[in-house]
């Protein structure tokens, strides 16, 4: 179970902060009016509202399981090749090799990582 203390000028605000930061599932156990410490006699009253959710960590588990995206397996072969020529008459043409064997080294050090961390391509 999480307890949460919120300390707002009404008690709407406190119920959308609530909602917010709980869920719709929140419970308010109690509501309390007090005083704002910060400006002393002349301080406006603040109300504070104790709320609390209970949930159940199993369920937290087999929701994020079920909602979160599966992984796709990424093969190589569906990549396309980077091609090796470059049109100069652009001026690119060492810009483009520069780019080119820097797409390659991430690529093998992509590979690499996917070879460590056991993800199989298909």
Do not use: W
Not at 25 to 43: C, H, P, Q, W, Y
Not at 50 to 78: G, L, N, Q
């Amino acid at each position: 179970m999480q307890i949460k203390t919120y300390k707002t000028f009404s008690v709407k605000d406190a119920i959308n902060q609530i909602k917010t930061e709980m869920g719709s599932d929140a419970v308010i156990l109690s509501t309390r009016e007090v005083k704002d410490e910060n400006f002393g006699i002349m301080a406006r009253p603040m109300v504070e509202v104790t709320a609390a959710v209970d949930y159940d960590e199993e369920m937290y588990k087999k929701h994020v399981e079920k909602t979160s995206p599966k992984p796709r397996p990424y093969s190589m072969v569906d990549m396309a090749p980077i091609s090796n020529t470059s049109d100069s008459s652009f001026g690119f043409g060492n810009n483009i090799d520069l780019i080119a064997s820097e797409v390659n080294r991430l690529s093998s050090m992509l590979e690499m990582l996917l070879k460590h961390s056991g993800v199989r391509l298909a």
